[in-house]
């Protein structure tokens, strides 16, 4: 059965969360000195991650906008967790590469240095991705 448009949403947010643990198994293996599985991990999690920016921007070029429904306090923090999602979303991609690139060039001190500030970042985007489709389209607003 192919994907609808309608299903964009739940794809992107599964590809977020994905992408997540990826990320957090990834920097697991790091830490216990497995090399190799790291760089497998990391490239995997920014596979996914090029994966949902494609659904992303196809759910968007076809579907505008999708407006949040709740009220009160619910509000504040469905839009606080959104700006600050779509903000750093933005520092995503460049920070992504540019870690890519210096453990591809083996510039490992220089690699570590940008993966102290893009691991933080990329996981609290991904993370934050599924609470804002999780306020979107399941919790009751």
């Known amino acids: ?63 505008m906008a999708t407006h949040y429904e709740g009220s009160g306090a619910l509000r504040v923090v469905y839009f606080a967790v959104l700006i600050s999602h779509v903000v750093l979303a ?4 460049p920070l992504a590469l540019r870690t890519l690139y210096l453990a591809w060039r083996k510039r490992w001190a220089s690699h570590r240095r940008w993966a102290r500030w893009t691991l ?14 999780l306020m979107l389209y399941v919790l009751p607003a």
């Open 1 to 63: 059965m192919p994907i609808s448009l309608s299903d964009l949403p739940t794809v992107n947010a599964g590809l977020n969360l994905t992408s997540a643990v990826l990320l957090v198994v990834g920097y697991a293996m790091i830490r216990t000195g497995r090399k190799a599985l790291h760089a497998r991990f990391m490239v995997a999690a920014f596979v996914t991650s090029v994966l949902f920016l494609i659904s992303y921007l196809t759910y968007h070029f076809h579907q």
């Open 90 to 93: 933005v520092t995503v991609p």
């Open 120 to 133: 933080p970042i990329w996981l609290y985007v991904s993370v934050t991705g599924v609470v804002v489709y």
